[in-house]
C-alpha cells in the first residue's frame, strides 16, 4: 500500500494547519475501469460496496499514479493518527467568458501580475483554472509552485501597506469578475441532504450489512420468529437515525440561509460605492459600513473608523468588542506579524454584528475583505458541525479490541464446527450453513441497532433539559470521564465582579484603601479618571453597554458618559467621539472632561489595555489598565512602592481579583492614532489597585461535591493570579479541607544557568528546589492526616508548565491503561459452549437466542 502511494506524487494540503492532508496525484485508465465494471457486476455489487468502505481501494483499481500535475483524480490522507481516505476528483474552471467581455488575454494586466496565488492559478494560454474542492473549500493548482493552495481569502504574506495600497480603493469590475469565478460565491450553504441519501448512507454501514448476512442465514435455517424480530428492531433504528439525521440537517441549513441574503455596500476602483448581494463579495472588496446593527457576511480587515462589535455567536458571550483599524507600517512584513497586540482586533468576522460604527475625520469606515464563504470564522464553525473530528477515545479503542475477540473467538468455533460436521458424515450444505452460524452467534447482529435505539433516547432525555449534541456518539463516552476542567470567571465564580475598594498610591508608598461601601466618592485626581477612561465601554442609544466589570468601575467614579458635538467640544477632537466628565452634582474639579482618542483594546495575551484622552483645555494623557504585575512591569520603577508584592499578596489571598492602574503624560504634536504602542506603554506612573470581589455561584459548591462523590478529578483553568485561584478552590471545595497546595514555579534556561524548578507548600513560605536531597516535601507525610490519597494539588502558572513539559517531562503524569480480558474470556466460553451446543433442538435454540438478546437490551438500556 505505502509503496502504491510512493509511486505518484506527493504533497501536504493545508500545511500546519490543524485539517492537514496527504494528498497524491493519480490519472484514470481505461482498461482499469473496465474491469472494475466487470468485476461490479460478476461480485453482484459487492465489489462497489467494498470501494464504498474503503476510497483507497477504489482510486489503486480504477487508477494508476501519476504527478499532481497530470492527475485527473487525487487521494486525500488525513495526518493524524486515524488516516482516513477519501478521493477527489480535479474539476477546471475557464475564463473563456470573461475573454469576450473584458477582453481579457495571457497577456492582461490582470492575469500577468504573477504576485498572487490567484493569477498563478491561471493556466496559459487557454485561461484555464484547476481545482479540488475538499469539505467545502476550494484549492486551485499553483502552477509556479506546483500544488494545490487554498483559495477564497487574502494572502497571509500581505504586509499591513499592501493591503492600503492595494485594496484600499477597491477592486476593479474586472478584478471582481476573476475572484468571483475562481474563488466561487460568498455563500455559507448547506443544503439539506435527502431521505433517500441518508437511508442509503445508513443501511450501507458494514454492521447492517453483516445483519442483512445473519438474517438470510437464519431464514435458511427456519429461523423465521428470532429473524423477523432482528429486522423489526433494524427498520424502527434505521428509521429513527435518518429522522434524526434529517430534522439535524434542517435545522443547520435554517440556521445559516440568512447569512446569504444580506445587502452591503461595496465601493469599486471605477465605478464608486454600490449595493451589492453579500454572495457577490470577493476577497479584495472594500466594504462601506453605515449606521449600526449591521450583519457581517465575510471576514474583514477594518482599515479606517472603529467598530463595536457584538461577537456572541462565535464566543458565547455578548460584551461589545471594539475593533480599531489596522494602521499602515512601513514594514514587509505580514500584516499579522506587525499587529503589536492580538491581530484579531481588526477583524471584522463573519456572522458577528456591528452595533456601532465611527468614521474618523477621513470620512466612512472601510473595511477589506479577507475570507469569504466557509474559509470564514463562521464557515469553519459550520465545518466542524458538518465535519467533526473522529474519536479516539480509549472506549472506542477498546471496543474494537473487544470486536476482534468476537471475530477471532467466531473464528476457532468456525473452524471446531466444520472439524466436528465433516467428520460426522453431514452434507456439505449442512456444514456450511452450521459454520456460518457461529460467526452470527459471536458477533451479536443486534449490536447497531442496540446502540443506535440507546444513543437516540439518551439524546431525547438530554434535549428535555436544554442540552445539544452535534456528535450523538460521543454521549456513550460520557460514563468514563474521570477529569473535568472548569474555567473560574463565570463559571465556578459569577460573571459580574463587585468592586470592594480601591488602594491610592504615592510616591511615598500605598495610601489607606478607599471601601466604595461607605458611600464616599472616590476623590478626584489621576486614579479617578483612569478608572473613568480606561475601558472599552460604548454610548448606545444613551445607554452604557460593555464589559460588567467596566461598568462596576466607570460607576463607581460617578462620571457621566456623552459624545462630543455642539454641547460639549473640545478643540482639536473630532465630532462624536466618547467624551467622560464628572456629574454637576460633584461640585469644582480640575478636570472638565476627558476625550477618548484612541484605544488600545485589551488582549488576554498582553494582559493590558490602554487609552489615549485629550483633557478640555489641558493635557494629553495615557492610562492603562491590567494585571498588577504587567502594569507594574511598565512604571518608573520609583513610582511602584517596596512593598507591592506584599500588598497583593494580601488581597490574592483572600480571593479578590487585583487590577492596577497607571498613567503619564504624552506630547501634543504626533496624532493619537500615530502613536505607537511601545511609546505609549513606558515610563508610566504607578497610580494604584483596583479591588474587586468575585462571589461564587450558588450552584458551584453542590456540582463540585457531586463530582468529588463520583471520584471525577477536578481542574480549575483560569487566566487569574494563581493566589486568587487557589482561595476559590478552597471556597468551592474543589480543595476541601486538610489538603495541601503544592505551588510548582519553574524557570527557563538562561545563558550560564540551566531551566529551575521549585516547588513550596502554599501554607508555608519555605521554597524547595528540585534536585537537592536534603530539602523535599514528603507527600506521604504531609496528607497522612488527611486519610486518603490524592491530598494535595499543584498549582502552576501556563509558563512553568511550559518549561516542565520542556525540561522536566519526566515529572508530568504518566497516564496508563490495562485492558480488562475477564469479560473477554467469559465470552470465549460462552462461544464455544454454543458451537458445541448447535446440534440441540431447533426449539431451544431459537429461546436461548431470544434469551441473549434481551439480556443484551438490558445491558444496552443499563448504560444509558
Same mark, same amino acid.
Given at each position: ?32 475501469? #473496465? ?33 499532481? @500535475? ?12 486515524? /488516516? ?15 475573454? +469576450? ?124 420468529? =428470532? ?110 506579524? @506587525? ?24 470620512? #466612512?469606515?472601510? #473595511? ?15 465545518? +466542524? ?10 472506549? =472506542? ?75 450523538? /456518539? ?158 507594574? +512591569? ?14 497583593? @499578596?494580601?488581597?490574592?489571598? /483572600? ?90 514555579? #519553574? ?28 530539602? =523535599? ?61 448447535? @446440534? ?25
Amino acid at each position: 500500500m505505502g509503496d502504491h502511494l510512493e509511486r505518484g506524487q506527493h504533497a501536504v494540503l493545508n500545511e500546519g494547519d490543524e485539517n492537514e492532508m496527504e494528498i497524491f496525484g493519480y490519472r484514470t485508465q481505461g482498461c482499469r475501469k #473496465a474491469l472494475c465494471l466487470v468485476g461490479s457486476i460478476f461480485s453482484f455489487g459487492l465489489l462497489p460496496l467494498v470501494f464504498y468502505w474503503k476510497p483507497a481501494w477504489h482510486v489503486w483499481a480504477n487508477c494508476v499514479p501519476c504527478s499532481l @500535475q497530470e492527475a485527473d483524480v487525487v487521494l486525500l490522507r488525513t495526518t493524524d493518527e486515524f /488516516q482516513i481516505y477519501s478521493w477527489k476528483k480535479v474539476m477546471w474552471i475557464s475564463l473563456s467568458a470573461l475573454s +469576450s467581455t473584458f477582453g481579457l488575454t495571457p497577456d492582461h494586466p490582470l492575469v500577468i501580475d504573477e504576485e498572487y496565488i490567484i493569477n498563478r492559478a491561471i493556466r496559459k494560454p487557454d485561461l484555464k483554472v484547476r481545482y479540488i474542492k475538499v469539505q467545502k473549500i476550494r484549492y486551485v493548482w499553483n502552477n509556479f509552485e506546483e500544488q494545490f493552495q487554498k483559495i477564497g481569502s487574502l494572502e497571509d504574506w500581505l504586509s499591513s501597506t499592501k493591503i492600503h495600497v492595494k485594496f484600499g480603493s477597491g477592486l476593479t469590475t474586472e478584478e471582481q469578475e476573476i475572484r468571483r469565478l475562481i474563488c466561487g460565491p460568498n455563500a455559507i450553504d448547506v443544503e439539506i441532504t435527502p431521505i433517500w441519501k441518508l437511508l442509503v448512507k445508513e443501511v450501507l454501514n458494514p454492521f447492517y450489512i453483516f445483519q442483512l448476512f445473519s438474517v438470510c442465514l437464519w431464514f435458511s435455517e427456519d429461523y423465521k420468529e =428470532y429473524a423477523f424480530a432482528i429486522i423489526l428492531m433494524s427498520v424502527i433504528s434505521i428509521a429513527l437515525t435518518v429522522y434524526d439525521l434529517r430534522q439535524q440537517s434542517v435545522k443547520v441549513h435554517h440556521l445559516v440561509e440568512s447569512h446569504n441574503s444580506i445587502t452591503v455596500s461595496v465601493c469599486e476602483r471605477k465605478a464608486g460605492v454600490q449595493e451589492l448581494e453579500s454572495h457577490f463579495l470577493v476577497p479584495g472588496d472594500l466594504l462601506i459600513l453605515t449606521g449600526s446593527r449591521v450583519q457581517m457576511p465575510c471576514d474583514a480587515i477594518l482599515i479606517d473608523g472603529s467598530c463595536v462589535v457584538d461577537e456572541g455567536m462565535l464566543t458565547g458571550e455578548s460584551i461589545p468588542v471594539t475593533k480599531t483599524p489596522l494602521s499602515p507600517m512601513d514594514s514587509s512584513a505580514p500584516w499579522k506579524m @506587525q499587529c503589536e497586540a492580538d491581530p484579531r482586533q481588526h477583524v471584522l468576522f463573519c456572522g458577528t454584528e456591528v452595533i456601532q460604527a465611527k468614521a474618523t475625520s477621513s470620512g #466612512a469606515v472601510r #473595511a477589506v475583505v479577507l475570507q469569504t464563504g466557509f474559509n470564514t470564522a463562521k464557515g469553519d464553525l459550520v465545518r +466542524s458541525i458538518l465535519y467533526p473530528k473522529p474519536m479516539n477515545f480509549k472506549l =472506542y479503542r477498546d471496543a474494537i479490541r473487544f470486536l476482534l475477540c468476537f471475530v477471532g473467538t467466531a473464528t476457532i468455533g468456525m473452524i471446531y464446527s466444520l472439524c466436528v460436521y465433516v467428520l460426522s458424515g453431514e452434507p456439505l450444505e449442512e456444514v456450511v450453513r452450521k459454520a456460518l452460524d457461529v460467526i452470527t452467534i459471536a458477533v451479536p447482529p443486534a449490536l447497531p441497532a442496540a446502540l443506535t435505539t440507546g444513543i437516540i433516547y439518551a439524546q431525547r432525555r438530554l434535549k428535555k433539559r436544554g442540552i445539544f449534541c452535534i456528535s450523538p /456518539q460521543r454521549i456513550n463516552v460520557c460514563g468514563q470521564l474521570n477529569l473535568v476542567c472548569f474555567d473560574k470567571t463565570g463559571t465556578l465564580t459569577k460573571g459580574g465582579l463587585d468592586l470592594w475598594g480601591v488602594v491610592p498610591c504615592t510616591r511615598n508608598g500605598f495610601q489607606t484603601i478607599h471601601s466604595f461601601a461607605s458611600g464616599k466618592a472616590l476623590p478626584q485626581g489621576p486614579l479617578c479618571a483612569a478608572m473613568a477612561s480606561c475601558h472599552s465601554l460604548i454610548l448606545l442609544d444613551g445607554t452604557i453597554q460593555g464589559d460588567p466589570l467596566d461598568l462596576k468601575m466607570f460607576e463607581a467614579t460617578k462620571w457621566e458618559m456623552t459624545i462630543s458635538g455642539e454641547d460639549f467640544h473640545i478643540e482639536g477632537v473630532p465630532a462624536h467621539t466618547m467624551v467622560v466628565k464628572p456629574r454637576d452634582t460633584i461640585g469644582q474639579t480640575s478636570v472638565e472632561g476627558l476625550a477618548v482618542l484612541h484605544q488600545f483594546p485589551f488582549s488576554s495575551a498582553l494582559q493590558r489595555m490602554t487609552v489615549i484622552v485629550q483633557e478640555r483645555g489641558g493635557d494629553r494623557l495615557a492610562f492603562m489598565k491590567g494585571s498588577p504585575e504587567g502594569v507594574a +512591569s511598565f512604571c518608573q520603577p520609583d513610582t511602584v512602592p517596596t512593598s507591592f508584592i506584599s500588598e497583593l @499578596q494580601i488581597y490574592t489571598t /483572600q480571593g479578590f481579583r487585583v487590577i492596577a492602574l497607571a498613567y503619564k503624560k504624552l506630547e501634543t504634536d504626533c496624532p493619537a492614532t500615530a502613536m505607537l504602542r511601545e511609546k505609549v506603554e513606558s515610563d508610566l506612573i504607578f497610580l494604584g489597585l483596583l479591588i474587586l470581589e468575585n462571589r461564587l455561584k450558588e450552584e458551584t459548591k453542590p456540582v463540585l461535591e457531586e463530582l468529588i462523590a463520583a471520584r471525577i478529578r477536578t481542574v480549575m483553568i483560569t487566566g487569574d493570579n494563581l493566589q486568587t485561584a487557589i482561595t476559590v478552590a478552597r471556597k468551592s471545595g474543589m480543595v476541601s479541607e486538610g489538603q495541601k497546595v503544592i505551588l510548582v514555579e #519553574a524557570n527557563e534556561a538562561t545563558g550560564s544557568s540551566s531551566a529551575s524548578l521549585s516547588w513550596k507548600l502554599v501554607e508555608e513560605k519555605k521554597h524547595v528546589p528540585y534536585g537537592h536531597q536534603d530539602n =523535599y516535601i514528603n507527600i506521604r507525610e504531609e496528607t497522612s492526616d488527611n486519610g486518603k490519597e490524592g491530598g494535595y494539588h499543584f498549582a502552576l502558572s501556563g509558563k512553568s508548565f511550559h518549561v516542565i513539559s520542556q525540561h522536566f517531562n519526566s515529572l508530568l503524569p504518566k497516564v496508563t491503561s490495562a485492558l480488562l480480558l475477564l469479560g473477554v474470556l467469559i465470552y470465549c466460553f460462552v462461544v464455544i459452549a454454543w458451537a458445541l451446543l448447535v @446440534q440441540v433442538s431447533m426449539k431451544i435454540k431459537i429461546f436461548l437466542k431470544f434469551y441473549f438478546l434481551l439480556k443484551f437490551l438490558q445491558f444496552s438500556y443499563n448504560i444509558v
